[in-house]
């Protein structure tokens, strides 16, 4: 079975600090992995995904994941928050990989970040 | 604009009443999906669906049922036999492009009084 963790359920910065959040992951075959961003009462944003291909991964809105297999991380990072970073953000891994079957998303239970002034 | 449209955005109901929420889409994804997100548990799957008028129990699917006679639609029916069902309920969709990438709708949520 498939399944991700989160490292802290909230993070909090400074604007223009370094955002960093932790995803690991346990998977028996190269996964797929993905970060979305929430805002409050709103649907999930993909941010960005890794698909066997670069181990750095650049996303939208100044964000990037390094994919890393010996450490089954996938922690995502902004070199310099903004007020509007703050949200919460979710790390998931796909069921399938090169297989047959569509994907089923496996999530981390979220990460809250909080961004002071 | 194509895209993920769930309605209502929100929607309260009175304990033991059925209530039907509806997804749509039209960005001509094959599969599509439910989830229900309760706060500090992440998103748990409730049904998903490969093609039309196939589809498959994901992980907490009892006391929803759901349908999928158009591929643009996979609505959820929330039965009173879900014992508590307030909660926000996110649709998605993918595409078969090998990474199966799941897209959002906005959401429901479903306040049961």
């Known amino acids: 079975a498939q399944s991700v963790t989160q490292l802290g359920s909230h993070v909090s910065v400074s604007e223009g600090a370094l955002v960093l959040l932790r995803c690991n992951y346990s998977s028996s075959v190269p996964p797929y992995l993905f970060w979305y961003v929430q805002y409050p009462n709103q649907g999930l944003q993909l941010l960005l995904k890794?698909?066997?291909?670069?181990?750095l991964v650049k996303g939208i809105n100044g964000f990037e994941a390094e994919f890393k297999k010996s450490e089954t991380s996938f922690h995502l990072t902004k070199p310099s928050a903004h007020m509007s970073d703050a949200a919460e953000y979710f790390c998931a891994v796909s069921k399938k990989a090169g297989g047959t079957s569509y994907g089923k998303l496996t999530f981390g239970q979220g990460t809250i970040l909080t961004v002071h002034p | 604009d194509g895209g993920i449209t769930q309605s209502p955005k929100y929607l309260f109901r009175k304990e033991g009443q059925n209530v039907t929420l509806s997804c749509e889409q039209n960005l001509n994804h094959d599969a599509m999906y439910w989830y229900r997100q309760d706060p500090g548990q992440g998103l748990r799957l409730i049904y998903y669906s490969q093609i039309v008028n196939d589809f498959q129990k994901g992980d907490i699917a009892e006391g929803y049922s759901v349908s999928r006679e158009k591929k643009e639609s996979f609505p959820l029916t929330v039965t009173s036999a879900q014992k508590n069902p307030t909660a926000f309920y996110l649709c998605?969709?993918?595409?078969?492009?090998?990474?199966?990438?799941?897209?959002f709708g906005p959401g429901t949520r479903l306040t049961v009084l």
């Open positions: 998605a969709s993918s595409i078969s492009d090998g990474t199966d990438t799941q897209y």
């Open positions: 890794y698909t066997s291909a670069a181990t």
